[in-house]
T-cell receptor, first 115, second 115 residues
Framework: AQSVAQPEDQVNVAEGNPLTVKCTYS??????LFWYVQYPNRGLQFLLK????DNLVKGSYGFEAEFNKSQTSFHLKKPSALVSDSALYFC?????????????WGAGTKLIIKP | KAGVTQTPRYLIKTRGQQVTLSCSPI?????VSWYQQTPGQGLQFLFE???????NKGNFPGRFSGRQFSNSRSEMNVSTLELGDSALYLC??????????????FGPGTRLTVT
């Protein structure tokens, strides 16, 4: 069965430092992987996705994520954190091939960037 | 392009009542998914509609139902409301095509409070 794990409920980073939000997945085939961000009292916003190709994916707001097939991970990274990056981050996966179009979501990681 | 819109944004209902929430997807998007978000349970998938047909369903009781119209607009209905139904209900649309996966775009959500 497909599953996604975000092992950290909360990540604290000082402004200007690099940040990493972790995501690991389990699928039977090849995965489609997504990262979304949710700011307070807002809906989710798409950040980036991995479908195939280059393992390093660049997305919105300076974020990037690295697909690691051997470690079944898709960690979200940013070289220099901003206070405005503070939000809730969700990882999601869809298995390929799969006739079920449903995305499987992680529980979310709260990112707090301190000035 | 206009984003995903949801109405109403806020709703207060009494236990036992029923409620209907509405979602208008991005123009051209034929897939609409609904999610329930609560602090304790995270993001829970309710159902997905594609071309007026329910394509996926999450593990929610039959009190939760939905439909999609020919213009891709979707509604979800919750009957016999319970206190535990208080949540943020999110709608997401995507351009869905067989054998290809596209990211979902979320609306701002409807905050439902059941008293």
């Amino acid at each position: 069965a497909q599953s996604v794990a975000q092992p950290e409920d909360q990540v604290n980073v000082a402004e200007g430092n690099p940040l990493t939000v972790k995501c690991t997945y389990s699928v039977s085939g090849n995965p489609y992987l997504f990262w979304y961000v949710q700011y307070p009292n807002r809906g989710l916003q798409f950040l980036l996705k991995y479908i195939t190709g280059d393992n390093l994916v660049k997305g919105s707001y300076g974020f990037e994520a690295e697909f690691n097939k051997s470690q079944t991970s898709f960690h979200l990274k940013k070289p220099s954190a901003l206070v405005s990056d503070s939000a809730l981050y969700f990882c999601a996966v869809r298995d390929i091939p799969d006739s079920n179009y449903q995305l499987i979501w992680g529980a979310g990681t709260k990112l707090i960037i301190k000035p | 392009k206009a984003g995903v819109t949801q109405t109403p944004r806020y709703l207060i209902k009494t236990r036992g009542q029923q409620v209907t929430l509405s979602c208008s997807p991005i123009s051209g998007h034929r897939s609409v998914s609904w999610y329930q978000q609560t602090p304790g349970q995270g993001l829970q998938f309710l159902f997905e509609y594609f071309s007026e047909t329910q394509r996926n369903k999450g593990n929610f009781p039959g009190r939760f139902s939905g439909r999609q119209f020919s213009n891709s607009r979707s509604e979800m209905n919750v009957s016999t409301l319970e206190l535990g139904d208080s949540a943020l209900y999110l709608c997401a649309s995507s351009f869905s095509q067989l054998d290809r996966v596209y990211e979902q775009y979320f609306g701002p959500g409807t905050r439902l409070t059941v008293t």
